[in-house]
């Protein structure tokens, strides 16, 4: 994502910039932390942090606008 935006941060809005950060983030979350999280068996604890976290940016985007 740093490559990303420094080849291209002037180009993009600064909208995008965010845009791209946040997508290399959930990249990240996606790949290495949740599995990793499943596998240590705190499934449970897994499962509840992954739907809260959704649900604080559900309501974060709706009060957002």
């Known amino acids: 994502a740093m490559v990303v935006l420094v080849a291209f941060g002037a180009a993009m809005p600064s909208g995008a910039a965010a845009a791209v950060a946040a997508g290399a983030m959930i990249v990240l979350?996606?790949?290495?932390?949740?599995?990793?999280?499943?596998?240590?068996?705190?499934?449970?604890?897994?499962?509840?942090?992954?739907?809260?976290?959704?649900?604080?940016?559900?309501?974060?985007v709706a009060v957002a606008g």
């Open 29 to 60: 979350a996606a790949t290495e932390l949740i599995p990793e999280a499943f596998s240590h068996s705190f499934v449970v604890e897994a499962a509840v942090g992954l739907l809260v976290g959704i649900l604080v940016a559900l309501a974060l």
